[in-house]
Structures are given as structure tokens and as C-alpha cells.
């Protein structure tokens, strides 16, 4: 008797344990993925003390609506404001500098946490190499509705409706589309699942699969990944309605088969620069992968301006008219 009741008690525990973790991480899910109306946001996971990793652990992050103020003039002074329609009822909002009907139009897709603002810099300096740009505002981010992410999976969506927006009502020669991280990753899904159909591709930071990038957020604390990484892509999928076990741009990049530039830093530890390069690997058609040395998950437009610029001016030449000199 006393040996049954023992093993009564543990497994008692354990289960007392393991609905405690499933809360944690629906609650970690929920706060990663929902934006908050405000509050202090949560430090980068690298720059967190032990006990503010501890209070993230138990209660969570907090990530307040990414927001920025400025007109659509912090692009150009000709720079205007546009609307975009989702399926839905969603709305994005959107800034466009007008190169001319004979230059190619390159959309921004910003990543998790930030709004077009954050690829401000890039799109003025290809802006300044003649292209038009578009900067657009995934759902739940800047001026657009909701207040949700999925890291990419339902943003897919997104990326659709803005090239379709682009094709009907915008003058271009070609549709270049310029993807961040999270924005990357949605990229490659609207190629591969929504049959989108760019004339060229540049993928920033991108990460191999949504559990992949999870995993690295705990690696960054200090904390074991499993079983973490994988209950919180379940509960997040769960609440969000999508399945994040499924989010997999190595998968999705297998349909690229235009030309595609990857740029990634070396010390990117939330997207390895080894996952960049199963994604790399996996894509079809003419591609190129450069590594930038000392930078993690920044702008390499902003740390490594000299390099970054003649990489995307390389890569851009024949979409340009007149050509490149």
C-alpha cells in the first residue's frame, strides 16, 4: 500500500507539473504573439538580468503594438499613404515613392515586433537607386488593424494582398519583394502556399522553421528549449488558429525559382546563420547568399552601409532602367 500510494503521490506531481507548464505556455503564447496597448516592453532576451529572466519565465513578456508616428515624408518628400484590403475586413497601411512606370516597385516586409518604419533606411536608399518602394504594415503593426502576429504564417496573406494591390494599381516594370526576418518567412509562404509570383526576392535574417526560431529565444535566456519551444508553437497555433508545427520557410523556399538574395549576419543567434542556410539550400533558381561579420539580427543597411549597398545595387542592376554603370 504505501508503495502504490508513493507512486499515487509522483505521478500527482507530475501531472501537477505538467498542467502548470502547459499554463506558462499558453500564457507566454499568448503575450508573444498579442500585442499589448502599452506598458514597458520586455528587454531583448541577450540583454535580460537573471531576475528579470525570471519574471519573463513566470509572467511573460510584454510586447506594446509597434507604432511610429512619422509622415509618409520620412520616406520621400512625394512619398504618400495607401490602404491595402485583406480578405477579412483586414487593413494594412502602406507608404509609396513613386520611381516612374519604367522602374520596378520593391515591397518591404518588416519582422516581429517592429512596422515599416524599421526598413525606413533601406527602402530610401533603394529608393535613391531609381526603384519605386512600397513599405507596408503587416496586421497588428504601425497603421494597420488588428493586434496580433503569427510570425509570418497568416501575414503570408499580407504579402498576397499587397503584390496584388501592386500589379492593379501601382506603375512598375517589376515586383521585387524585400522581406525582414518575420517578413521573410511570410514571403516564402505567399510564394509557396498562395502562389505569389515575384520577379525577384531579397530575404533578410530569415529563420528555418517556427519552432527553430522559438528554440532560439530559450537558448538566448539560458533556458532548456524542450519541452518549452514545443508547447508554446501548440498553444500559440491554438489560440491564433493556425499550426505553427507547419510554419516552415526550408519547406516553403523549395517553390522560389526566381532570382532570390539572401543576406544574413554571422553572429545571429534568434536566426542561425546554419538555419539561413538550410533555407538557402533548399531554394531553386538563381540565388546568392552573403554573410555579414559581427551582426546579429540588425540592419546590415545601418552597420554595414558599403556593403550592404553594393550587394542590393548588384543584384537590382538588371531590374533597373537605364542600366547600372
Known amino acids: 500500500m504505501p508503495r502504490r500510494r508513493c507512486s499515487l503521490i509522483i505521478l500527482l506531481l507530475l501531472a501537477a507539473a505538467f498542467a502548470a507548464l502547459n499554463f506558462l505556455a499558453y500564457r507566454h ?36 503594438r509597434p507604432v511610429d508616428e512619422r509622415p509618409p515624408a520620412a520616406l520621400s518628400p512625394e512619398a504618400r499613404a495607401l ?22 516597385l520593391v515591397i518591404f516586409f518588416h519582422g516581429y515586433t517592429t512596422e515599416k518604419i524599421r526598413l525606413l533606411r533601406e527602402a530610401q536608399k533603394i529608393h535613391a537607386m531609381g526603384a519605386s518602394v512600397l513599405l507596408v504594415d503587416f496586421r497588428g503593426s504601425g497603421g494597420s488593424s488588428e493586434s496580433h502576429t503569427t510570425l509570418g504564417y497568416r501575414e503570408a496573406e499580407d504579402v498576397a494582398a499587397a503584390v496584388r494591390f501592386a500589379r492593379e494599381h501601382l506603375p512598375r516594370s517589376a515586383v521585387i519583394l524585400y522581406g525582414q526576418s518575420m517578413g521573410a518567412a ?35 535566456m539560458g533556458v532548456p528549449s524542450f519541452p518549452n519551444a514545443e508547447l508554446m508553437v501548440f498553444w500559440g497555433g491554438w489560440q491564433f488558429g493556425f499550426n505553427g508545427f507547419a510554419h516552415n520557410p526550408v519547406e516553403y523556399a523549395r517553390s522560389l525559382d526566381c532570382p532570390v ?56 542592376a538588371p531590374f533597373l532602367r537605364p542600366p547600372l554603370r
Do not use: C
Not at 84 to 102: F, M, N, Y
Open 186 to 220: 511570410a514571403i516564402l509562404r505567399a510564394i509557396h502556399v498562395l502562389d505569389v509570383r515575384p520577379d525577384a526576392v531579397i530575404l533578410e535574417s530569415v529563420f528555418d522553421t517556427m519552432l527553430g526560431a522559438i528554440r532560439n529565444r530559450f537558448r538566448a
Open 261 to 316: 538574395l539572401f543576406l544574413h549576419g554571422a553572429d545571429d543567434f534568434r536566426a542561425t546563420l546554419a538555419q539561413a542556410r538550410r533555407v538557402y539550400d533548399a531554394a531553386g533558381g538563381p540565388k546568392r547568399f552573403v554573410e555579414f561579420a559581427d551582426i546579429g539580427h540588425a540592419s546590415y543597411a545601418a552597420r554595414h552601409p558599403y556593403q550592404w549597398q553594393a550587394v542590393v545595387r548588384a543584384f537590382l
Open 83 to 104: 490602404t491595402i484590403a485583406v480578405p477579412g475586413g483586414i487593413t494594412l497601411s502602406a507608404w509609396h515613392a513613386d520611381g516612374g512606370v519604367a522602374a520596378p
Open 29 to 64: 503564447a499568448r503575450a508573444m504573439l498579442n500585442y499589448s496597448s502599452g506598458g514597458v516592453r520586455t528587454e531583448k532576451p541577450e540583454e535580460m538580468s537573471p531576475s528579470s529572466k525570471l519574471r519573463v519565465l513566470l509572467l511573460g513578456v510584454n510586447m506594446p
